[in-house]
């Protein structure tokens, strides 16, 4: 993977929005089915597929609040899902699958950020267990029902950067620390989309992992506001630095791995500003690019293994 991260030269950048680069794209008869598709990125990238002709499933913990936040929006179903509860992603793999509709397109998009301590079912860390393992769950569940041809988007973080993998203590058991926590989910997204990709292509189910860019999203609930002033995210008034891309910018990227024909025969890849990574030389994560830890099929098929283990499921191996 790490000799593939090179740009491929879509025409597009980070000032793209997702309505942009779905221009001439006819999705009439794609299902879509978007995590978290409710609120901030999300929102913008349901609003955008259906705009291009899709059905999109958005699977919600607050169905209420979804379904508020959509209305208006076309072929837009809503469907009730808990990510850290692996029971309601059960449930909810068995609704998709019993229905007998195809699922081409995933974008894994749902996550936190820089939560308190927070533990769910066995005592999982919780942005490992909502960001990572709950996905993870959910994409296995699904297989019955992706298309040949589907493609899976993990949506992942330039937050990588600031952690691999820590084989020793995934769960933060020997002390919690909420940025390396969501540090570590952020790698385990792009390793998923790795190995997912791997185990997928025969099936002609391919896979990718995308940093949106830095935008002010609910994502920051758990962020103070003098943390984000103080972090450089934004000045006194609120308004996003410089570099900070609007949501309709920072859903364009995953958009765009979900249906460029550019990257027809490609798969684990990660992607940026609507086009695959560079690897990354410096620690600006402004600029983003890949660290090697995140695209390692190594560390990707351990992940995989250690994440079936967990959560008892494993339907592409």
Known sequence: MWSEQRRIGSGFGAHSTAREVLAGIDLTGRTALVTGGYSGLGLEITRALSGAGARVLVPARRTGAAREALRGVDRVEVDELELADLGSVRRFGERVAGSGRAVDLVIANA????????????????????????HFALVNRLRPALAPGARVVAVASSGHFLSGMRWDDVHFRNGYDRWPAYAQSKTANALFAVHLDALGERSGVRAFAVHPGSILTPLQRHVPREDQIAQGWMNEDGEPAPGFKTPAQGAATAVWAATSPLLAGRGGLYCQDCDVAEPATSDDMLVGG????????????????????????????
């Open 111 to 134: 996550g936190i950020m820089a939560c308190p301590e927070t533990r769910v079912g066995p005592g999982w860390e919780a942005h490992l267990a909502v960001n990572h393992l709950g």
């Open 290 to 317: 890949v660290r090697p830890w995140a695209v390692d099929a190594g560390d990707a098929a351990r992940l995989w293994a250690l994440s079936s283990g967990m959560t008892g499921v494993d339907a592409f191996s």
